[in-house]
Structure formats: C-alpha cells, structure tokens
C-alpha cells in the first residue's frame, strides 16, 4: 500500500472514531467497521434486537 493510500485511510479512521465514541481504540473502530460493512454485503446477518429471556411471557407471544 502507498502512503498516500495510508494516510486517507488513516484519516478516515481517525474520523469514524471521532464521531463514534463507542470506538474508543483504533481495534473496535475497525472491528465497527467490517461488521457494517461485512452485514451490508450480506456476509453476516443483520443483527436483530429482541426481548431477553426473562422478560418472555404469555403475553408477548405473537
């Protein structure tokens, strides 16, 4: 890789964690990043939200 390359990329990294504070290390910024990227390309599935286990009853059935 070039170093002009580089240092976009590094540019853009310092920028996404900029604005995701829940990326707190250079790792979980990349980790963010392939997850959204691997799930918009249909390598993993799109995480889904639901009720945990002990708050499952009878009357959230559907």
Known sequence: MNAV???KI???LKS???DHP????RDQ???AIL???F???GYLPPQQEGRRPEELDAS???
């Open 5 to 7: 390359y580089t240092d």
């Open 10 to 12: 590094e540019t853009a």
């Open 16 to 18: 996404f964690m900029a």
């Open 22 to 25: 829940g990326a707190q290390t």
């Open 29 to 31: 910024a990349i980790i």
């Open 35 to 37: 997850e959204s990227w």
């Open 39 to 41: 799930t918009s390309h």
């Open 60 to 62: 959230n059935d559907d």
